[in-house]
């Protein structure tokens, strides 16, 4: 079996559902149940003979400990964690519990059980340490991709952590030889995103007809990956990859986020006709210590495990709005009291001119 951390989180949640649907081993969902963890979005597996959810911290080296001995997993992929840039500038405590110390126990934790482990399963274990392209810095408008080699130039208190959690996954490697391999991930969007990142902010926005909040000028620069695609090339890493390296994930989409943002709404125009959603676009103020530019080289895992994203960026936003529009009953049930707080707090002036 594997053990999964963060399945409740969107990637966590879409890896579980792909990997039952393909009648892998059974998954153990570790998950601490934050504002970002959704039961709900595992409801269709939730009697899944495969299927296992335990609430925890990562950080609880007795209860992970236990979970590693009773369980006996070949594999632990590593997803939970504060994801969200904004709210680690407006709070960076739990960014530094969960993502630096969570992820070293979680490691101390693996290698206890690992290093117990007869040879030739110690041999196939792995630890897939989930990570960002964030930890890369920022690019000009002309300078190359993210390589793996590109240094580390984390600037947002969640890059900085997660390059933290980066660094200690790959001492435990180096000095412990615990198989430990890193990812390097662009920005995801697809079904079951919190509205609190930028595509499924402006989809729950638009349709809600509320001000769709572009920070600056818009003209900074992501790389969209549908998370179908980053689950294909985590598995792809995790049967094929070799302990010890970082691959670079992408999906081949760079756009500014006016791009974005125009996309969303021509779609939703289609859907829903009659008004122009783009006319809901307001500039407010930019993010702190905004990132110019990410793109991603994902030369590595072409060559050396065959992996290619297979969503366009335009057919995935057409799925995606389609998934919101079918679901709201899950935007409710996500978008309670605490979110409404969330979003009068960083949008002071949308709330107060609304
Ligand atoms: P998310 O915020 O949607 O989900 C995080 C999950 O982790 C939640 O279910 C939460 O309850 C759980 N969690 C938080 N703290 C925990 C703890 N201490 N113990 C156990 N569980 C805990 O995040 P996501 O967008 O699904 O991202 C998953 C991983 O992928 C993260 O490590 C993130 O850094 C990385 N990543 C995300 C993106 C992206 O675009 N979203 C891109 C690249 C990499
Ligand atoms: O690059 C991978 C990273 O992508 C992941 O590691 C993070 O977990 C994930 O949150 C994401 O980080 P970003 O900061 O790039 O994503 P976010 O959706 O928050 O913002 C995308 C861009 O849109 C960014 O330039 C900020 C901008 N933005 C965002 C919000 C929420 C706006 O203009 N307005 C907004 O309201």
């Not at 793996?148 to 180096?174: G, I, L, V």
């Not at 390097?184 to 001000?211: D, T, V, W």
Request: glycine letters at 8%; proline letters at 6%; charged letters at 20%.
């Amino acid at each position: 079996m594997i053990i999964v951390t963060g399945g409740c989180g969107f990637i966590g949640s879409a890896f579980i559902l792909d990997w039952l649907a393909q009648d892998r081993e059974p998954v153990l969902n570790l998950d601490l149940l934050t504002y970002a963890g959704h039961p709900g979005n595992l409801r269709t597996v939730e009697s899944h003979p495969g299927y296992r959810f335990v609430r925890g911290d990562i950080a609880d080296s007795a209860l992970v400990g236990d979970l590693l001995r009773e369980h006996r997993p070949r594999a632990i992929v590593h997803f939970a964690a504060e994801s969200h840039v904004d709210r680690s500038i407006a709070g960076p405590d739990a960014f530094i519990q969960t993502n630096v110390v969570g992820t070293a126990r979680l490691l101390q934790a693996a290698h206890g059980y690992w290093s117990r482990l007869p040879a030739p399963e110690a041999s196939a274990f792995r630890f897939l340490n989930v990570s960002t392209d964030e930890v890369f810095g920022s690019l000009g408008p002309s300078e190359p991709a993210f390589s793996e080699t590109h240094p580390y130039q984390p600037n947002s208190p969640y890059s900085a952590s997660k390059a933290s959690a980066d660094h200690f996954a790959r001492a435990w490697c180096h000095t412990f030889g615990l198989p430990v391999i890193t990812t390097n991930c662009s920005n995801n969007y697809g079904p079951r995103q919190f509205p609190e990142k930028l595509i499924p902010l402006m989809i729950h926005n638009a349709l809600a007809g509320q001000p769709l909040p572009v920070y600056g000028d818009g003209r900074q620069v992501r790389d969209w990956l549908h998370v179908g695609d980053h689950c294909s090339a985590l598995r792809a890493v995790l049967e094929r990859g070799r302990p010890g390296e970082t691959y670079n994930i992408g999906g081949r989409s760079e756009r500014t986020n006016l791009e974005v943002v125009h996309t969303i709404c021509r779609v939703i125009d289609e859907a829903r006709p009659g008004r122009s959603h783009a006319a809901l676009v307001r500039h407010v103020q930019d993010r702190l210590g905004h990132d110019r530019r990410y793109a991603i080289d994902d030369s590595k895992i072409a060559a050396e495990l065959g992996w290619k994203p297979a969503v366009t960026f335009e057919q995935g936003i057409r799925d995606t709005v389609q998934w919101y529009l079918a679901n709201g009953d899950w935007v409710a049930s996500v978008t309670s009291g605490a979110y409404r707080r969330w979003v009068e707090q960083q949008y002071p002036a949308l709330h107060s001119a609304a």
